[in-house]
């Protein structure tokens, strides 16, 4: 490692901050950040905010620029009514995955806490996100906030020209199937907003061709044989891209009765869609990563003088809140803490790299006695999300550290079942269960458009592909499936289907557009 630092006077004395030592600050955890330990981040930018605007970035998803929706108003209504009574704090700082690196930190925090929060969001979180593989596969951090500037403007033009009641239509249908408007499979090249940006006009001209074309074209019916039927089916399903998981995709561009503004509309919120695909894949690394870098570059700061005892203590106690793992018979608890099992994880990797038990050559051979505790930090942010990320460095040590065992909850039983606990039996079943539990796949549902009835009612044929037998929630479906047909402008359908068996577990019938 190199040293870069020395010892000097502290950064500050005081809780009161000003604009002058916030620069000083920084500077300060840029030496430890980029010095030492060679994080690569974007650009940085710090903005200060006061409460009220924290509360308004909350409600519209974390964006310093987004279109106007009345959800956004009803979040912030909320989180403010707890933030006044006192039932919910707000977070130290939010964070913008764009270049230069937005991170905004509010008016009301101390010194210390704003030093915590530049190492962890301007470094920490900045680093994860130019350099993780998911995100330069799947962001565009140059462009995003030009993006969304021209989002916020089409949609305002929108409203003028079409009604906001209008556009509120789209944008509501469109928020429901937001969670199925990814592609869930890297493209050949990175996302480019800005050449979507240029290439509006021409897709617009393409779209009307090739819509005009399917639509003219439609199937004859007749007996005709069996394969015959099987063929006309294959070449429908291939000539309209089925089966196709991204619903919000599709209905741009297949949906019959559909404006072209309104196409954008889903377009952009699919893309809104697509830009945080990546921040759900990663939210152990991600705050984990934030987490391990601003206690080194905290730690090594109290360790050159740049930070008085007192600030180190204060540090510390906010740390420990943000890293406080509650049992799982605690009151508190509500499932494991990212920041907690990223962080500790991270740690573990540090102490095998630094000072290896013979448990840790049997586990982690490659990485037990290195000495290059950064280069394995580095390399497990760029290459891995959670799933793998668990399933690849969670130890022995961090196990049992966090008491974690896995249970079996079939509800045909009575009772629980304790299958795996942190012993030598347990450990590889324990990190498997703990790695399953941030597979998205066993979250969101897969659901996929598999045919279109083009020469009948233009009826929209979807598949549910169940894990386990879980099925879909009925009412929340109905909700779903009547905005998906909204925007369809026909009937649609969905099947429940067994993935492994292929048996029909349950049927939506027919869902008809309305209008409200």
């Known amino acids: 490692m190199t040293q870069v630092l020395h010892q000097d006077r502290p950064l500050y004395t005081g809780a009161d901050w000003d604009y002058a030592l916030i620069k000083k600050a920084y500077d300060a955890i840029e030496a430890v950040a980029v010095g030492e330990m060679g994080l690569d981040p974007y650009p940085g930018q710090v903005e200060i905010i006061s409460s009220e605007q924290m509360l308004d970035a909350y409600a519209s998803m974390g964006m310093p620029v987004f279109y106007r929706h009345w959800s956004f108003g009803k979040h912030f209504a909320r989180d403010e009514m707890y933030y006044r009574k006192g039932m919910t704090g707000l977070a130290y700082e939010i964070v913008i995955n764009s270049n230069p690196c937005l991170c905004y930190i509010m008016e009301e925090n101390t010194m210390t806490l704003q030093t915590l929060v530049m190492a962890h969001a301007a470094f920490g979180h900045s680093h994860f996100f130019k350099n993780n593989q998911l995100f330069r596969s799947w962001t565009d951090a140059e462009s995003i906030l030009d993006y969304l500037e021209f989002a916020k403007g089409y949609v305002a033009r929108c409203e003028e020209r079409y009604g906001q009641r209008e556009v509120e239509r789209v944008l509501d249908a469109a928020h429901a199937l937001m969670t199925h408007g990814v592609h869930r499979y890297p493209r050949r090249q990175p996302l480019n907003l800005q050449e979507e940006m240029d290439r509006r006009r021409a897709r617009v001209r393409h779209e009307e061709q090739t819509f005009n074309d399917l639509w003219r074209t439609l199937p004859q019916k007749g007996d005709g044989d069996g394969e015959a039927i099987a063929a006309g089916v294959r070449d429908r399903r291939q000539a309209l891209g089925l089966p196709e998981e991204n619903l919000l995709y599709f209905l741009e561009k297949r949906a019959p009765k559909l404006e072209h503004w309104q196409r954008e509309i889903l377009r952009i919120v699919r893309m809104v869609s697509q830009y945080f695909y990546p921040q759900k894949q990663t939210k152990v690394m991600n705050e984990g990563c934030a987490t391990a870098v601003h206690y080194h570059i905290m730690t090594r700061l109290h360790e050159t003088g740049r930070l008085t005892d007192g600030a180190f203590m204060e540090f510390l106690h906010h740390h420990t809140n943000v890293v406080f793992q509650p049992g799982f018979d605690d009151p508190r608890y509500s499932g494991i803490n990212p920041y907690a099992l990223g962080f500790h994880i991270l740690q573990d990797l540090k102490r095998m790299a630094l000072e290896p038990t013979e448990e840790d050559r049997r586990w982690f051979p490659d990485i037990a006695g290195s000495g290059d ?27 049992r550290d966090l008491r974690l065992f896995a249970l079996r909850d079939d509800a045909r039983e009575p009772h629980l079942t304790v299958e795996a606990i942190h012993d030598d039996a347990g450990y590889r079943e324990v990190r498997r269960a703990l790695s399953a539990q941030y597979d998205l796949a066993r979250h969101e549902p897969d659901i996929q458009v598999v045919d279109v009835d083009l020469a009948g009612d233009r009826r929209l044929i979807l598949e549910h592909r169940t894990q386990d037998g879980r099925l879909l929630s009925e009412p929340d479906a109905h909700r779903v499936l009547a905005h998906l047909a909204r925007l369809w402008g026909y009937p649609v359908r969905l099947y429940e289907v067994d993935a492994r068996s292929e048996a029909v577990l349950n049927e939506y019938g027919d869902v008809e557009p309305r209008e409200d």
Do not use: N
């Open 373 to 399: 505790f950064l280069a394995v930090w580095k390399h497990a942010w760029a290459e891995y999300r959670d799933e793998s990320f668990i399933l690849q460095f969670l130890g022995p040590k961090v196990m």
